[in-house]
């Protein structure tokens, strides 16, 4: 039964209000609960309650007491765990290993409202209580940690997650599919056991399969770094669903089973998801301890699509989402929209219509919709493919329909870009009106370096690819009198980037005044190619060693990109001395600092904290000015 306007029972009561004697499914999860298609934990629980199961939620539980797993009783199917919408480690700390002070998706943002390793805590927590109820875990920190993976907190590689968690199943990616289908067998009677067949589920068996792909064992990549970077290349390859064989890991003298991933969903069933009756508010019973930050992002925006197949290196969606695009129709968005419109707190103001990479609409060319994806090959890097599909007129449609909706003022692209892929589309509708109706103030686009070797390492183009569309971008800027500028984004302490790139990419932001205030260090997170790069020394591409910054390099390219602040400058003096570049020391034009600090802290290698799911933001500092006397903030 449904009952509009409301959340799913997060206790007994609740349960007991809507005439249930007992739930189906008990959903835990490390977030606090948002009824929002943004939250994975939403919409695999509304999904699963359109099929007719009855789901009860636990969000943040007290993991100390197993008290709080009880809150349902024992489940009629089963428990489904996710440690929420980020990697529970990503959650506490930063990229220095340090405690970070908020959880953006905790009400209020307090901190230490969930466990470190959630997924495994939690479940270890069901075993004491539960011992053979089904268990089955999915989310970022499952899906990413599937396969056997280097852990940067603990820095070493540790096992599948599901032999740690002793879960019964691991759905990976986008498992609304998958979990219906569990659910289904589940409740036809079928043993937990013996749902080994399910496509985007993970498994442990106990003998090898004969038709797989057999990956390097747990301990061969435990002890062997090259062999763990051609691994980190055969998962990469594995998450196509056209690729009908399952990958096999032995770890021990047991195997990790990754069945092949669901076919993406079509534009039907993506719009049927986003369909169905969420509140899109955060459900009462966390409201008295605050508002949860991670609402704030969201609630005016609009997922459009989802997969990604720009596969930059140093990100996960790739082996997460997937390479396949998969989207809302327009109607569906409209719809969306129009109930927005009607929210009381809603000022005109959509802040995104996008997914991962918002102009991606389509998949990426005609062969990907009947083959899937190029196993060796990739969409856009080194450059684009020649029978890539650029066309954006649809996109551009959608945002035309929204933007004329009674009550609309403004429809902003805040997800990514890609400009590469943009300037392939030879048709520039969308790119001026992008610039003309959708730009607030600043487009932030991600060009993430300026030096070739450590572009050709993070799979991103050429930077001249940039500037060329930075120059059309002020073209239509001036066409459109709109006083706009773009904001780049850049990495530091990427694997593949020198003391002598970093002073390059400083040298940039010198030249053309643009200093950010936050600086996005490169974290090594689980599934990530990069992550493997920062791991083995190898590019899994290509087996050549490559640079590592790491230790006290890495503070140093760090407080390079932020050269102009005082309490950086003993980091970028020996940073500057130790390249062999004393002549950006002085107060000659084109120095970067001066002979000696100007009376300020100078920095011990501790790098500020910056909040998870952020990217650096370019704001005026020293009176809009930097050390050079250039104005930050504009490039233009």
């Not at 008990?26 to 929002?36: C, E, K, N």
């Not at 509708?429 to 050709?456: D, I, M, N, T, W």
Request: charged residues 25%.
């Amino acid at each position: 039964m449904t009952m509009k306007n409301q959340c799913l029972p997060t206790n007994r009561q609740e349960m007991c209000d809507r005439g249930w004697q007992e739930v189906d499914f008990v959903l835990v999860t490390g977030d606090g609960y948002v009824d929002h298609p943004s939250f994975g934990a939403a919409v695999i629980s509304r999904v699963l309650e359109s099929h007719g199961y009855r789901v009860g939620i636990i969000a943040q539980p007290d993991w100390r007491s197993a008290g709080a797993f009880e809150v349902f009783g024992r489940p009629r199917l089963g428990f489904m765990v996710t440690a929420g919408n980020l990697d529970s480690m990503v959650s506490h700390y930063t990229v220095n290993k340090k405690r970070r002070k908020k959880d953006v998706y905790t009400p209020g943002g307090a901190a230490g409202r969930r466990p470190d390793r959630a997924t495994i805590v939690y479940c270890g927590k069901i075993r004491e209580t539960y011992k053979d109820v089904p268990l089955i875990i999915g989310g970022i920190e499952a899906s990413l940690r599937r396969f056997a993976h280097y852990d940067y907190w603990q820095n070493k590689v540790r096992r599948s997650i599901l032999f740690d968690s002793r879960a019964d199943l691991l759905v990976y990616g986008m498992g609304e599919k998958a979990i219906v289908e569990i659910a289904d067998s589940l409740n036809a009677g079928i043993p937990v056991s013996e749902l080994n067949y399910i496509k985007g589920t993970a498994c442990i068996i106990k003998e090898m399969l004969s038709n797989c792909v057999e990956l390097p064992g747990f301990e061969a990549v435990n002890v062997d770094k090259k062999i763990y970077a051609e691994a980190a290349r055969q998962i990469h390859e594995s998450n196509d669903p056209f690729n009908p064989k399952p990958f096999i890991q032995p770890t021990g003298n047991r195997y990790l089973c990754q069945n092949p991933p669901q076919m993406p969903l079509t534009e039907a069933e993506m719009d049927e998801i986003y369909g169905l009756p969420y509140t899109f508010r955060q459900c009462e019973s966390s409201l008295g301890d605050g508002v949860i930050p991670g609402i704030e992002e969201i609630k005016f925006s609009i997922t459009a699509n989802r997969g990604c197949f720009g596969n930059c290196h140093f990100c996960a969606l790739a082996i997460h989402q997937g390479r396949y695009i998969q989207k809302r129709s327009k109607a569906s968005i409209v719809a969306e929209a129009k109930r927005m419109i009607k929210d009381p707190d809603f000022k005109g103001y959509i802040h995104d219509i996008g997914g991962p990479t918002a102009n991606f609409r389509n998949p990426a060319c005609e062969k990907q919709k009947t083959k899937g994806v190029c196993p060796h090959r990739e969409c856009l890097f080194p450059k684009p493919c020649e029978n890539l599909d650029t066309d954006e007129s649809e996109y551009l449609e959608v945002l035309r329909a929204v933007r004329q909706l009674p009550g609309v003022k403004k429809v902003f692209v805040r997800s990514g870009i890609r400009y590469d892929f943009l300037l392939k589309d030879k048709n520039k509708s969308f790119f001026k009106e992008l610039v003309k109706y959708h730009v607030s103030g600043q487009l932030r686009v991600a060009p993430e370096h300026v030096a070739g070797s450590v572009l050709r390492s993070m799979g991103k183009p050429d930077f001249s690819v940039y500037e060329r569309f930075h120059r059309e971008f002020v073209q239509y800027d001036k066409q459109f009198k709109t006083n706009q500028f773009v904001v780049p984004y850049f990495i530091t302490g990427h694997p593949g980037c020198t003391l002598s790139d970093a002073i390059t990419l400083s040298e940039y932001i010198r030249d053309h005044g643009a200093v950010p205030e936050q600086v996005q260090d490169f974290y090594p997170t689980p599934g990530s190619i990069a992550t493997a790069m920062y791991y083995t020394g190898y590019n899994p591409f290509t087996m050549e060693s490559m640079h590592i910054p790491k230790d006290r390099e890495k503070l140093m390219q760090r407080a390079l990109i932020q050269y102009n602040r005082p309490e950086n400058y003993k980091l970028v003096h020996e940073a500057l001395i130790k390249a062999g570049r004393r002549d950006l020391i002085g107060s000659h034009k084109g120095a970067l600092i001066p002979e000696k600090p100007r009376g300020a802290k100078m920095a011990k290698g501790k790098a500020p904290e910056k909040k998870p799911g952020t990217r650096g933001k370019n704001k005026r500092k020293n009176g809009g000015k930097n050390g050079n006397g250039k104005k930050t903030n504009r490039i233009n």
